[in-house]
C-alpha cells in the first residue's frame, strides 16, 4: 500500500502543477496510509515531490518519519480523522476557487451555483469556512465540523480543500470545483439556471444526501 501510495502522491503532485492548480511552493497532498497518513513536504512544489521524499504523520498529526510536512498538515488529518470513509485530501490555491473565496457577497453553504451535472457529481456540497490566519489553532475544529458534512470545503481568502476515496477522485473533484468557479465568474452578471435541489439530490453520496 505504501509503495503505491507513494508513487500516487508523486503523479498526482506533477500533474497538478503540469495542470497550473498550484503556483510556487503551494499545494499538498495526502493518503491515508493505516494509521499513518502520508503527506507532501513543507517548502517543495508539487513540481518536484519525489516518492520517496513525503512525511508520515499520525491521524493527530505527530510527525513520525520522512521531511517536515505541510505546514498545513492539520487540514489534512483533520478531514481524514472524521471520515474514516475518505482517503485521500487535495488542497490547492488555486485561482478561480480562490477568487470565490475572497468575495464579499458569498452563501456559506453555497458559494458557488451547482452550473453542472459533473459539479453535482463530483462535489456536490461545498461548504466555505470563515478566515483563519495560518497556524490558527481553531481552524482544525471548524475544518472537523464541516467535514463532517460534505468532502468539499473551501477556505475564506485561501481555497479549496477536497477528500475523495482516493488521490484521484479527490482530485477529480477538486478540478470540477475549480471548472466550476471559473464558469460563475464567466456568467456573473448573466441569468444562468444552475440545477434544481431534486436534480442534484440524484448525485450526491448517500452519506452526504439531506433528508428527504
Ligand atoms: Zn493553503
Redesign the pocket.
Known sequence: MSTAARRAIERVAHSIHRRGLTHGR?GNLAVRDGDHVLLTPTGVSLADIEADQLSVVALDGTHIEGPKPTK?AFLHVAMLRVRPDLNAVV?T?SVYAAAVSCLADVDPDAPIPPLTAYYGMRVGALRMLPYFAPGDPAATSAVEEAARVTHALLLRN??PVVAGVDLDSAVDALEELEHTAQLFFVTRGLATAPLTPAQLHAFAAPSERSPS
Open positions: 503551494t498545513e488542497h490555491h485561501h481555497g
